[in-house]
């Protein structure tokens, strides 16, 4: 009886799970049906009821496991147009799925993120990996924002109670807070400029498929972008609130950039066809919010964006509008009517019996049985759906009667066993037979529990073997990176074996789960029986302690045993037949899993196959790039060679080379070491991709063999010394490269091969080469213009100074001295204010002599290029002015060491005859080129003979007043003898001896001295006088341009005037 009254259960449990798995693999269909119509490779816009459908099944799964499951397939790194719409779909999952979705997609960050990395190297001709890059990185931003803040959902739709709960109340909290939301709209704005950037430069227009392709996503970041500038206003409002507004600059400068991005992208958006008739957009006000002021908060109003509803999109997609009241009719008789006065329409009589409102009064009949046909028709619909409702309210009630029936039945079934109880009390006697019944129940109970725990570890072994294959397959993706199409043959291939992998697994998931569950239910059944067991065991142990009272009740007890003995029966008959299908489950799986094993098998030969194929064209490709290396070394080698060879060869002894190209090879060839260096490691770490190598080794071995020519034919122009030295370091670097390139031949000595020595050789022959360089060349040409007017100007300011100073020393004289001394310190500081004024006035005459130069042959071209074009003469100019602000300075300094008693008469006649010198430099450069009957020639002239006098003065006030202050006192002979007398005179002519020896060294000594100034300037006088036309100027020359005054070049000084007779000042001023 208890077997037959749990048929129907049983029954209807497997029916249930019948309906459930057809029902769940409708789903899974319908849901890849949607997926692959979604995400495809067609250029189009992304259709709702496809993402509707997805993002409905991800409610109905309560995540997104489904969608990941047949996304993980896709062929991303394939097709750029495919990752485009798959980002677009994956934005609106998180926006409008489950709360679980964003879960699930953390899961998958790692290759959200690797997608997007391996299309922002990659450049397609749609122009879609750069959006698909910049999406991705908007999705990793999404995704990490709403996992650290739980409670703002990925829709972004939360209260201002909720933001300001997640923000806090500590400040810091709130400050970071704002760079998050920050980063977030960076994040969106960016993709949205880029998408508009790209459909500007390709003359796209939203009502082509391929524009309104790329437009589509932009419809989630207009959602995202409005609550998240409401939220950042919000935000800014509580820092200003709480914190300076210095603090926060920063923050407003970022707000207003986002500020004007946003208000820009809208803008454009709004103007485009295609979003007119999906989403609304709402307008940003015309200056962002002040958040200065904290009134403002109440000004703003939180942008609202209106999407309308997705079924009347579909129908106006695919559907035309139907017309509610058909007037084709009405028209034709309304357009027969003559037009007749519009007196006799309004008040005359109807023309031909009929009136106007007769026509009306019959149009609005026909309107009104229209609106009675439509509105019977509404109610039949109405009526059809309450009898549907009706139906289904009546199906539940039937299910719920029928749970009220099952209930009932449960009542029975558990007073029967009650009662059935109460009778086991009385068995006493069937204690042994039934104890041995429940030790076999037992065995079966293990027996079943040790198959159960066998067929556990089959299927733990399974998932083992497909997670191996599964990690095979993400090794096989690594190495199948390397070549192109083949690597194209591989990735699809591997696709679909991973496709098909995933699917073995589902089914052999849904498979385990099945079995798992009959299995549990057969453990449910066997621990029911336990029970039982364990209850008639309690009750055996009750009835022994009764057994003396029940003896005399054995015989009808007998009878009760053999119905128990029945029933006893019946339970092993039902438990064989739950062991036989156990039995059948277990085979069905053994049979299963051997088809896996097998499909496995031969999936992982297919692998195999595939890279045994790959691993061939590697090693191919890696010998073909290593003869590639080969061929460049020995031709490399070659060169190097034939470049050693023109070092000896005779017709190379004629050949010459500057110092300043020498020098360009130099550096050329150490920035080809560089690049040498680094391709030689990248080569060296993989030993793959020899192309950098390659490159490098050719451009490094011309430029090797140019700095060695170029240095031999250098060498031909310098000095022994210098020339040996660098011939060495030029066949030194030579066999330094000969043995790296030897080091490249072979795979042994390939990583240890090192070009520092070639390095070092090179650096050696550029030290040669710039040592080897004129001086006085540092100034471009372009620049000496500038500089003549910068030295020009500096000489004037030296002069003002060197006044300036004299007067101060005037004064302190007149305070610190008296009698002779002062008289003379005035003498010599009114004959240095004398010169230094004739010299300021030489320096106006030349700087105005130069300016009439300039104009009258400069011609058409401007002034720095007339300078530049007479360069020799321009060098001259700043070495003459540059002396004469030098010597003015000098002099000064000299004066004043004078005055003080420090210094020596003697400096002061030197810084005179110097000044005069550099006068007379300044005045030859002007006039090289000036015309002969220029005014201001003769002006200059004038003011040179005049500084010559002044000069001439200096020189005598100062002797004078070395006469005046030194005292010369006369001899006493008295007391001498002429022994004595010749010892004082031998004594004298020894130290006059020693005196003339002392000058002529020193002369020799002044003479070093020029021809070393003369060698630093670089630039003979002779080829300076001939550039120039100033042979009659020996003195004028060129000397290098510097920002610091330096001392001069020593020049040849003209003869000195004579001393003017001047009479002597009978009174002290």
Known sequence: ?????????????????????????????????????????????????????????????????????????????????????????LHKIMRDGHRNTLQDCMRHYSSIAETGLLWSNTRDRHGYGQLVSLHSKLLCTKMEFHTKHSEIPASLEVTDEVLERTAGTDINNVFQLTVEVFDYMDAELRLAEAVLRQLNMSIAISTLTSGQCKLAPLIQVIQDSSHLYHYTVKLLFKLHACLPADTLQGHRERFHEQFQSLKTFLNKARDMLYFKRLIQIPRLPDSPPNFLRASALAEHVKPMVVIPDEEELEEQEEDEPETLIDVSEVQPSMA?????????????????????????????????????AELEKIKGEAQRYITQLRSQINSL????????????????????????????????????????????????????????????????????????????????????????????????TKQQLAFEVERVRQESDMKFEEQRFDMDKLRRELEEKNAEIQKVKSLLQTSEKAGEQLNSSVAALKAEKDRLTQFISKKDVDLSSLMKEAQLKEYSLQQ????????????????????????????????????????????????????????DDPLHISSSSSPDYLISRAEATLNSIDKLQVGHSEYVKKMRDAGSLVRALTKFSHLTADTIISGSATAHMAHTDDAD????????????????????????????????SIQAAVQKILRIGQDLRPKGLDVGKDELGDVVDKEMAATSAAIEEAVRRIDEMMNQTRKDTTGVKLEVNERILNSCTDLMKAIRLLVLASTDLQKEIVESGRGAASVREFYARNSRWTEGLISASKAVGWGATQMVDSADKVVLHTGKYEELIVCSHEIAASTAQLVAASKVKADRGSKKLGVLQHASRHVNEMAANVVASTKTGQGQVEDKGTMDFSGMSLIKLRKEEMESQVKVLELESMLENERL?????????????????????QDNGMGASSHVTAAPSSPKPSKPTLMKKPALAQKPNIPPKSTLR
């Open 1 to 89: 009886m208890n077997s037959i009254r749990h048929v129907p259960s049983r029954v209807k449990s497997k029916r249930t799970e019948t309906i459930l798995g057809a029902e769940r693999e409708h789903f899974e269909k319908q849901q890849l049906s949607s997926i692959s119509k979604a995400i495809n490779s067609t250029e189009t816009p992304l259709k709702e009821k496809h993402a509707r459908r997805i993002i409905l099944g991800t409610h109905r799964e309560k995540g997104a496991y489904t969608f990941w499951s047949y996304a993980v397939g896709l062929p991303l790194p394939s097709s750029a147009i495919i990752s485009w719409k798959f980002c677009h779909v």
């Open 336 to 372: 027969s009517q003559p037009q007749s006065d519009i007196f006799d329409q309004a008040f005359g009589p109807p023309s031909d019996g009929f009136d106007d409102r007769d026509l009306q009064i019959e149009h609005l009949k026909r309107e009104i049985e229209l609106l009675k």
């Open 397 to 492: 009630e039937t299910e719920l009667e029928e749970q009220r029936v099952q209930k009932q039945r449960t009542l029975v079934e558990n007073e029967q066993l009650r009662m059935e109880l109460e009778a086991l009390r009385r068995r006493n006697t069937e204690h042994e037979s039934i104890q041995t019944n429940f030790v076999e129940a037992e065995k079966r109970s293990q027996a079943t529990e040790l198959r159960y725990n066998k067929l556990k570890e089959k299927h733990a072994e399974l998932v083992a073997n497909h997670a191996e294959l599964l990690r095979k397959s993400a090794d096989t993706v690594k190495i199948l990176s390397a070549t192109q199409q083949t690597q194209e043959e591989i990735e699809r």
């Open 592 to 647: 299963e899993r051997d088809r896996t094993i097998k499909e496995l098998g031969e999936l992982q030969g297919k692998l195999k196959e595939k890279l045994t194929h790959e691993e061939q064209l590697q090693q191919k490709l890696l010998d073909e790039q290593f003869a590639l290396l080969q061929a460049t070394v020995t031709e490399a080698e070659n060169i190097i060679q034939d470049a050693v060879a023109t070092l």
């Open 725 to 756: 030295r660098l011939t060495e370091h030029c066949k030194t670097c030579a066999t330094q490269s000969l043995q790296y390139l030897r080091n490249l031949k072979s795979k042994a000595s390939l990583k240890g091969a090192d070009p520092t």
């Open 1005 to 1025: 000594h002044l003479g070093d001295l020029r021809k070393k100034h003369y060698e630093i300037a670089g630039v003979p006088l002779e080829e300076m006088a």
